[in-house]
């Protein structure tokens, strides 16, 4: 049985930090005209700051560079980056991608203590780059890179960026956090400010009606949601089309055909003092809509996919359409917040020309990508302060925290384990951004503690029910009741208490949560939870598994204690008033159960 510590880390014999040499780099490539020049920095011991400058006496297309390194492949476990498709397990080679509105360009070698033992992050999180290493059997080595300008760029005269190389065997989640804090420090990073509405659970229309919108139908699901602690609703795809086809042929005019009142729609949210949030498919003209045709030679490509093609944000015209059409939904329908979606379609094409003539005020694709979300939320702020806006993965980067205040796991509908994976890998780089689970979906057959298990997957993440609440069944509805008003009543705990997610390597069997009155940890295989000396006097523990047995090491004399123990819609199994000694204790708990532990003061 595998065990973890609550309420602080486990010391165990991780190797010194390696130190990393400041001659350590090379670069590979053909500069031409630049010429290169580094600055080393240390601001603490086990961080080295390597900055690269690269200069032309005259504007220049940048060569394709790749600066390399290695290190000791010595006790390492996993690999962590932000990337939704890899895997945490796999050291022997790894990459990360990233841009702008792409990923976040960061990747980090594990041991199995779960401590860090190399991690590189890069301070240029806005152009292209590629992130790379893997063991090499000649040497068992790891052979790491960083791959620059490796895609169609623009012409420069000089550029920088800096390399933060992390080699302190500190908790992983640590490193992580220090990093996204770096970024955020970043001169043009700071991040966006979060409204309570995106801190709050909420109904989401896309699993439970798709494109089969119907006001009076969204109304009372919202009336129902209310009833068990959901705060609004985010209306999604169908709204803006009477197509139904789950294709994007008819999608850009965003004008609310299927639902013409659509300020009454959203006044009769607001009556029940509920916030409403719009779904926009930010680059998406279908090959069918007025915008296609009046936009024409100003697209950077056509997917023949999704039926549509995909603005070019370097025109300004295109720019000021989406955010007028934004400005609109929040003067004249009211809305508080919009999704905006598909925006990892902002790419060039190979055949796409890089320059700023034309009509187009950039030649660069993502400084305008970089330029239309800035000004998305200057401008909606400067009418709504409190204006909520939702992206998610893959465009979860450090500069999507700048852009918006809301990251969600993308779409993995009745699949809790990786909906977890997902909000996890969110959480560890977004700092105090809200993030937002994908919308939870169960089948009307579903046990209730096991669809109570896609509720506890997420429940470190502010939870989205894509339920037809309306038809579910009472005991369901009782289920999510009760967990959601859990969720509200820890939401300190669970969202801004110190998170500590357990075993990256093998999709995190363990949560926690702590702060000095309360600590939450959620079990999702059989694992022993340590309890530290310093545990807070409140601890629950919440059984995410088939299994009724929950073990807890407590390091010393806990004390009095009530204790108790509910079932997954919050009905009493019993209660008990034990001493709590030192050592190992059991309790049976039912699954998607809770474990309440009280101690007297």
Same mark, same amino acid.
């Given at each position: 049985?595998?065990?973890?510590?609550?309420?602080?880390?486990?010391?165990?014999?991780?190797?010194?930090?390696?130190?990393?040499?400041?001659?350590?780099?090379?670069?590979?490539?053909?500069?031409?005209?630049?010429?290169?020049?580094?600055?080393?920095?240390?601001?603490?011991?086990?961080?080295?700051?390597?900055?690269?400058?690269?200069?032309?006496?005259?504007?220049?297309?940048?060569?394709?560079?790749?600066?390399?390194?290695?290190?000791?492949?010595?006790?390492?476990?996993?690999?962590?980056?932000?990337?939704?498709?890899?895997?945490?397990?796999?050291?022997?080679?790894?990459?990360?991608?990233?841009?702008?509105? !792409?990923?976040?360009?960061?990747?980090?070698?594990?041991?199995?203590?779960?401590?860090?033992?190399?991690?590189?992050?890069?301070?240029?999180?806005?152009?292209?780059?590629?992130?790379?290493?893997?063991?090499?059997?000649?040497?068992?080595?790891?052979?790491?890179?960083?791959?620059?300008?490796?895609?169609?760029?623009?012409?420069?005269?000089?550029?920088?960026?800096?390399?933060?190389?992390?080699?302190?065997?500190?908790?992983?989640?640590?490193?992580?956090?220090?990093?996204?804090?770096?970024?955020?420090?970043?001169?043009?990073?700071?991040?966006?400010?979060?409204?309570?509405?995106?801190?709050?659970?909420?109904?989401?229309?896309?699993?439970?009606?798709?494109?089969?919108?119907?006001?009076?139908?969204?109304?009372?699901?919202?009336?129902?949601?209310?009833?068990?602690?959901?705060?609004?609703?985010?209306?999604?795809?169908?709204?803006?089309? !009477?197509?139904?086809?789950?294709?994007?042929?008819?999608?850009?005019?965003?004008?609310?055909?299927?639902?013409?009142?659509?300020?009454?729609?959203?006044?009769?949210?607001?009556?029940?003092?509920?916030?409403?949030?719009?779904?926009?498919?930010?680059?998406?003209?279908?090959?069918?809509?007025?915008?296609?045709?009046?936009?024409?030679?100003?697209?950077?490509?056509?997917?023949?996919?999704?039926?549509?093609?995909? !603005?070019?944000?370097?025109?300004?015209?295109?720019?000021?359409?989406?955010?007028?059409?934004?400005?609109?939904?929040?003067?004249?329908?009211?809305?508080?917040?919009?999704?905006?979606?598909?925006?990892?379609?902002?790419?060039?094409?190979?055949?796409?020309?890089?320059?700023?003539?034309?009509?187009?005020?950039?030649?660069?694709?993502?400084?305008?990508?970089?330029?239309?979300?800035?000004?998305?939320?200057?401008?909606?702020?400067?009418?709504?302060?409190?204006?909520?806006?939702?992206?998610?993965?893959?465009?979860?980067?450090?500069?999507?925290?700048?852009?918006?205040?809301?990251?969600?796991?993308?779409?993995?509908?009745?699949?809790?384990?990786?909906? $977890?994976?997902?909000?996890?890998?969110? $959480?560890?780089?977004?700092?105090?951004?809200?993030?937002?689970?994908?919308?939870?979906?169960?089948?009307?057959?579903?046990?209730?503690?096991?669809?109570?298990?896609?509720?506890?997957?997420?429940?470190?993440?502010?939870?989205?029910?894509?339920?037809?609440?309306?038809?579910?069944?009472?005991?369901?509805?009782?289920?999510?009741?009760?967990?959601?008003?859990?969720?509200?009543?820890?939401?300190?705990?669970?969202?801004?208490?110190?998170?500590?997610?357990?075993?990256?390597?093998?999709?995190?069997?363990?949560?926690?949560?702590?702060?000095?009155?309360?600590?939450?940890?959620?079990?999702?295989?059989?694992?022993?939870?340590?309890?530290?000396?310093?545990?807070?006097?409140?601890?629950?523990?919440?059984?995410?598994?088939?299994?009724?047995?929950?073990?807890?090491?407590?390091?010393?004399?806990?004390?009095?204690?009530?204790?108790?123990?509910?079932?997954?819609?919050?009905?009493?199994?019993?209660?008990?008033?034990?001493?709590?000694?030192?050592?190992?204790?059991?309790?049976?708990?039912?699954?998607?159960?809770?474990?309440?532990?009280?101690?007297?003061?």
């Amino acid at each position: 049985m595998c065990i973890a510590a609550i309420g602080c880390c486990i010391s165990q014999a991780a190797p010194a930090p390696v130190a990393f040499p400041d001659d350590a780099l090379s670069i590979k490539g053909d500069l031409g005209s630049f010429r290169a020049e580094w600055k080393y920095e240390h601001p603490q011991a086990g961080v080295t700051l390597a900055t690269l400058t690269i200069a032309s006496p005259q504007p220049a297309d940048p060569p394709p560079l790749e600066i390399t390194w290695k290190f000791p492949a010595v006790d390492l476990a996993g690999t962590w980056t932000c990337d939704i498709g890899k895997s945490h397990l796999d050291h022997q080679g790894t990459n990360v991608e990233s841009r702008a509105v !792409l990923r976040a360009p960061l990747l980090m070698f594990l041991g199995p203590d779960d401590d860090n033992r190399f991690m590189v992050a890069c301070s240029d999180t806005l152009r292209p780059l590629k992130i790379s290493g893997g063991v090499v059997e000649e040497d068992l080595n790891i052979h790491a890179s960083v791959k620059l300008f490796a895609g169609k760029e623009t012409a420069l005269k000089s550029y920088a960026i800096t390399f933060r190389f992390d080699t302190r065997t500190e908790p992983y989640y640590k490193v992580l956090r220090d990093t996204a804090r770096w970024w955020a420090a970043q001169e043009g990073y700071h991040p966006a400010a979060v409204p309570e509405a995106a801190r709050t659970p909420i109904y989401s229309t896309w699993y439970s009606y798709h494109q089969s919108l119907n006001p009076d139908t969204i109304v009372e699901e919202c009336r129902l949601g209310g009833e068990i602690g959901l705060g609004g609703v985010i209306v999604d795809d169908g709204w803006q089309t !009477l197509d139904s086809s789950r294709g994007y042929a008819f999608t850009g005019d965003w004008k609310p055909e299927r639902i013409p009142d659509f300020k009454g729609f959203v006044d009769r949210i607001h009556a029940l003092k509920q916030k409403f949030i719009l779904w926009y498919s930010v680059p998406l003209v279908g090959e069918n809509s007025l915008a296609a045709k009046r936009f024409e030679g100003k697209l950077l490509y056509y997917s023949a996919g999704l039926k549509a093609h995909i !603005l070019d944000p370097r025109y300004p015209e295109v720019r000021e359409y989406l955010i007028g059409l934004y400005e609109k939904a929040v003067t004249e329908w009211g809305v508080d917040g919009l999704k905006l979606d598909f925006i990892e379609l902002f790419a060039p094409k190979p055949e796409t020309v890089m320059t700023a003539e034309n009509g187009r005020d950039y030649a660069s694709v993502d400084e305008a990508v970089d330029r239309f979300f800035t000004d998305v939320m200057k401008r909606l702020r400067a009418i709504k302060p409190d204006i909520a806006i939702e992206f998610r993965q893959p465009y979860n980067g450090p500069l999507m925290r700048k852009y918006g205040n809301m990251l969600r796991g993308v779409d993995c509908p009745n699949a809790g384990p990786v909906n $977890r994976k997902e909000i996890v890998d969110l $959480r560890l780089l977004a700092d105090n951004t809200a993030v937002h689970s994908d919308m939870i979906a169960w089948h009307a057959n579903e046990p209730v503690p096991s669809a109570a298990l896609q509720i506890l997957n997420v429940i470190y993440s502010v939870p989205q029910i894509s339920v037809r609440l309306g038809e579910v069944s009472p005991a369901h509805r009782k289920m999510i009741g009760f967990w959601m008003t859990y969720w509200k009543e820890n939401r300190g705990v669970l969202l801004d208490g110190n998170f500590q997610p357990v075993g990256p390597a093998h999709n995190f069997p363990l949560l926690v949560a702590r702060t000095g009155e309360k600590l939450i940890a959620t079990v999702y295989q059989d694992m022993m939870v340590a309890v530290a000396a310093d545990a807070p006097p409140q601890i629950d523990v919440i059984n995410a598994k088939p299994g009724t047995s929950v073990f807890l090491r407590f390091e010393k004399d806990y004390g009095p204690c009530t204790v108790r123990i509910l079932d997954c819609m919050g009905g009493l199994v019993r209660e008990q008033k034990p001493t709590i000694t030192a050592g190992v204790r059991d309790w049976e708990v039912p699954p998607s159960g809770l474990l309440e532990i009280r101690r007297k003061k």
